[in-house]
């Protein structure tokens, strides 16, 4: 296709000769692809951001709950076992009872949040061990008063986080006993601090549950819900059929009072809500597309106007309408392609700056890239194909007259 | 001689109804090949028209026309636009060229809507041009050029493709008498090597160097002679 290649040169020497106009026609298709560019970059980098958050607060879980207002049974520890037994995959499962009271160390007393469970509770936050271990089955079972403790936490505490070993006095419902902390935690993520930044400050420690529920007047091993760790990919299937597993032993069947919620199914929701989001700003994005394309149908117009005498010498000397059309076409493409190549280039450098202000992660998929350039051909075409028909069939009479 | 162009009868009626112009009326003329002919009107005597006819850029409101014996009065526009591009090469009095393009790029636009391929269609236009001595001038724009230059590239356009007529409309009509004299210069060389020329004038000095005189006026041939006074150059 040399003809092809003949127009697309003759397009772009005719936007060097308007180079003004050319870059002044182009801004509105410029804008709307930076803007498609960026909007799908920042929604990719958001999605992103808000799951890493997620799960770096709460790590993947699942809870499984027994409905009291349908039977007397609870959950035990035999249930615990039960369900590591025949779920062998699983991290593990806890209970979690949990309380507030205060927390006294050197350094003063502070408000306290305690979460309490079996030694797997320790999967349900994403924030790393650092220091020590985490209490084990033994500690449980044996109800030691241990306890794993934030490391800002321990800070405030102790004034140090070389704390291991020494002990805190914690009063939870006007009862006190005394925890040796055997472990320190990495503090919690951003999104956790934004949650939480107008509340008082509160320390965080997490405790075995039989020790806890002794010292502080809680039932011991009488739960209403369970917490099941395990990795993400098999979290559905896997509260699905503890869910099965803990109807069948506690005889509920038909009942219907043994539910399963997974983590899984907020990211959906995460997914449902940045996808609603992204949707409504690329139709944003895509009316300034279509606004942008209507300029250069303008201007397109004016430019067939402007250039009658060449259409004129064109087709007196034998060029077909098909090759006026395509010249035009070629020209409308052209000029929209490169005002998608300088938008592609605008939205990257936007999202790279946005992304860097909120510190979120980059996200550029190559479809966009592909899919913005080609859609900026599209717009050429679409409302370059009326310009172009109207050169096409002047008569070259009429159009030397000009 | 064989006939290049036959018109039977043609006529051109602008405005049909009340206030209709008669640009052609009856009329009939044929052209052989290999002739040198002028046709001279005042203006308004329907030249224009016939020229618009003779260059396949109009079409008769009746009447018939065949050029090497085919009917080409009543054609689609590209079957129009492809007789144009073989069979006729235009020499306007405005030159009638792209101001964007180089004298090198007017010279291939012809042979680009022919198909030609890259490198033949670059050795044909530089042979055209260097015919019309413009050797020196193939990458200048024609705003850089002087009126007498850019009729000559438009000639070098008109005759790269090789047409069988040259058709040429006030060639000279804006031009200085230098230009002028080496513009009829080249046009009768082209005649002499072999080409069927038209020139549509209403300057009787330019008509005066054809070898068939044809006077038109309102819309009707008055005259069709051999020019006794005609000499090879």
């Known amino acids: ?402 | 001689m064989k006939k290049l162009v036959e018109i039977k009868d043609v006529c051109k009626i602008y405005n049909p109804g009340e206030n209709e112009v008669r640009a052609l009326n009856h009329i009939n003329l044929t052209i052989g090949e290999g002739e040198l002919v002028a046709i001279i009107g005042q203006s308004g005597s329907g030249k224009s028209t016939l020229m618009n006819m003779l260059g396949c850029l109009d079409t008769p409101t009746s009447g018939k026309y065949f050029l090497h014996g085919h009917d080409v009065s009543h054609m689609t526009d590209d079957e129009q636009s492809d007789i144009r591009n073989r069979e006729i090469g235009f020499i306007f009095q405005g030159f009638n060229l792209i101001q964007s393009l180089t004298a090198m790029e007017n010279v291939e636009l012809p042979l680009i809507y022919r198909g030609v391929g890259k490198r033949e269609r670059e050795r044909l236009a530089d042979a055209a041009l260097n015919s019309v001595g413009l050797e020196k001038r193939k990458t200048h724009r024609p705003n850089e050029m002087s009126g007498g230059q850019q009729q000559r590239v438009a000639i070098a356009r008109a005759i790269a493709q090789a047409p069988p007529i040259l058709l040429a409309d006030e060639p000279t009509g804006n031009l200085d008498s230098a230009s002028s004299r080496e513009i009829m210069k080249i046009i009768k060389r082209l005649y002499s090597e072999g080409r069927t020329v038209i020139i549509i004038t209403h300057d009787p000095g330019i008509a005066a160097q054809a070898k068939r005189i044809i006077t038109i006026s309102d819309g009707m041939i008055q005259s069709d002679i051999i020019n006794p006074d005609y000499k090879e150059d």
């Open chain 1, 1 to 402: 296709m040399s003809k092809l290649g003949e127009y697309i040169k003759s397009a772009i020497k005719q936007m060097k000769h308007n180079g003004y106009r050319t870059l002044m026609t182009m801004l509105g298709i410029v804008i709307g692809i930076a803007a498609v560019i960026a909007v799908v970059a920042l929604g990719n980098g958001m999605k992103q951001y808000v799951k890493d958050q997620i799960n770096g607060i709460a790590g993947n879980y699942g809870i499984v709950m027994i409905d009291t207002s349908k039977t007397t049974d609870f959950f035990t520890p035999d249930d615990i076992s039960l369900l590591e037994e025949e779920l062998p995959d699983i991290k593990g499962a806890s209970p979690n009872d949990y309380g507030e009271g205060k927390a006294k160390g050197p350094r003063g007393t502070f408000l306290a949040t305690v979460q309490s469970g079996s030694e797997a509770l320790q999967y349900a936050f994403g924030n790393k061990l650092i220091k020590g271990s985490y209490f084990t089955r033994q500690q449980v079972e044996s109800g030691q008063r241990v306890c794993v403790m934030l490391q800002n936490d321990a800070k405030k505490l102790f004034g140090t986080d070389e704390c291991l070993g020494k002990e805190i006095e914690l009063s939870i419902n006007g009862k006190s006993a005394t925890y040796t902390v055997v472990g320190i935690r990495e503090n919690t993520n951003e999104l956790y601090n934004f949650f939480t930044q107008d509340m008082d400050y509160s320390v965080t420690l997490e405790a075995p549950y039989t020790s806890f529920a002794s010292d502080y007047g809680y039932d011991i091993g009488k739960w209403y819900q369970l917490i099941l760790f395990t990795d993400q990919d098999v979290l559905q299937k896997r509260c699905d059929e503890a869910k099965v597993i803990l109807t069948n032993a506690h005889g509920l069947r038909g009942a219907n009072a043994i539910s399963s919620y997974s983590m899984a199914d907020m990211t959906g929701e995460i997914d449902t809500i940045m996808g609603g989001a992204s949707k409504f700003l690329i139709l944003v994005a895509f009316i300034s597309l279509v606004v942008g394309g209507i300029g250069i149908m303008n201007i397109m117009l004016v430019s067939v106007t402007e250039r009658t005498r060449e259409i004129g010498i064109r087709k007196s000397i034998g060029a077909r309408t098909g090759a006026i059309t395509m010249q035009f076409l070629s020209e409308a493409a052209i000029l929209t392609l490169s005002g998608g190549i300088l938008g592609i280039i605008l939205g990257i450098v936007l999202a790279k700056v946005m992304c860097k202000m909120i510190n979120m992660p980059l996200i550029i998929p190559p479809t966009s890239i592909v899919g913005a350039a080609l859609f900026s051909i599209m717009v050429g075409l679409i409302f370059g194909l009326y310009p172009a028909r109207k050169a096409a069939k002047m008569k070259p009479i009429d159009a030397l007259r000009v």
